[in-house]
């Protein structure tokens, strides 16, 4: 059974930083490609970061130079690094896993920028 289960979110400031966490179950983690997507309230979920099996990255708009997806194979988990929170990328983070058809996601984890 794949799981991936989203952990780092929370309430903050705006400036502040947060680090996402996402450990995978049920795959061969390290072939697979990882991203974060982010849906605001009202909608719909979008791509924030990307990264491949060979470590490739590729990122919205919106988070270039503020976010850093990396991953760490040996214990199954991607990361994602935000810095510079913004009121606009509040909404619920989502983990993704791909590898041709498969497609697999996370429960979402809660990211809250207010004053």
């Known amino acids: 059974q794949v799981q991936l289960v989203e952990s780092g979110g929370g309430l903050v400031q705006p400036g502040a930083s947060l680090r996402l966490s996402c450990a995978a179950s049920?795959?061969?983690?390290?072939?697979?490609?990882m991203g974060w997507y982010c849906q605001a309230p009202g909608k719909a979920r979008e791509v924030v970061a990307g990264i491949t099996s060979g470590r490739t990255t590729d990122y919205a708009d919106s988070a270039k130079g503020r976010f850093t997806i990396s991953r760490d194979n040996a214990r199954n988990t991607v990361f994602l690094q935000m810095n510079s929170l913004k009121p606009e990328d509040t909404g619920v983070y989502y983990c993704?896993?791909?590898?041709?058809?498969?497609?697999?996601w996370g429960q979402g984890t809660q990211v809250t920028v207010s004053s």
């Open positions: 049920g795959i061969i983690f390290n072939i697979y490609y």
């Open positions: 993704y896993a791909r590898l041709g058809n498969n497609n697999y």
